[in-house]
């Protein structure tokens, strides 16, 4: 009696033991406190408005923090040397930007002077770029 008592109690001390190893975090000093990126995610969206840049013919999409003061030409610089697309012989001005609302025409200068910044979400700021050579 005293041996199938004691395997029991074995038994539920192992299970009790692996829930516990099971819901505990896996290294010493892993709590819920963020990290430090998280930390400058938030400190970058409160210094300005996410945007998305996105090229609709090779499918490319990055997202940048902007200000009022960010320009398109800016932005289309980095967007050019992140996808790679920053060779010599593709020009600056055989790109154009577009708000992704209105197509109809290019938008140069200061992004704020096109489009109230705003958060990003569903209604967030997109611009489409496309090479058009002339």
């Given at each position: 009696?005293?041996?199938s008592s004691f395997g029991a109690l074995a038994l539920a001390a192992?299970?009790?033991w692996l829930l516990a190893a099971t819901l505990s975090p896996a290294f010493a000093g892993t709590g819920a406190q963020p990290s430090s990126a998280a930390r400058g995610d938030r400190v970058a969206r409160q210094a300005g408005s996410e945007i998305m840049l996105t090229a609709p013919s090779i499918g490319g999409r990055y997202r940048v923090v902007i200000d009022e003061s960010t320009t398109v030409e800016s932005c289309l610089t980095k967007f050019r040397k992140i996808?790679?697309?920053?060779?010599d012989f593709l020009l600056d001005k055989d790109f154009n930007v577009y708000?992704?609302?209105d197509e109809d025409k290019p938008i140069s200068?200061?992004?704020s002077d096109h489009t109230k910044l705003r958060p990003w979400g569903p209604d967030g700021i997109e611009l489409h770029i496309y090479y058009e050579p002339k």
């Amino acid at each position: 009696m005293a041996r199938s008592s004691f395997g029991a109690l074995a038994l539920a001390a192992a299970s009790a033991w692996l829930l516990a190893a099971t819901l505990s975090p896996a290294f010493a000093g892993t709590g819920a406190q963020p990290s430090s990126a998280a930390r400058g995610d938030r400190v970058a969206r409160q210094a300005g408005s996410e945007i998305m840049l996105t090229a609709p013919s090779i499918g490319g999409r990055y997202r940048v923090v902007i200000d009022e003061s960010t320009t398109v030409e800016s932005c289309l610089t980095k967007f050019r040397k992140i996808f790679e697309i920053d060779q010599d012989f593709l020009l600056d001005k055989d790109f154009n930007v577009y708000l992704k609302e209105d197509e109809d025409k290019p938008i140069s200068g200061k992004i704020s002077d096109h489009t109230k910044l705003r958060p990003w979400g569903p209604d967030g700021i997109e611009l489409h770029i496309y090479y058009e050579p002339k």
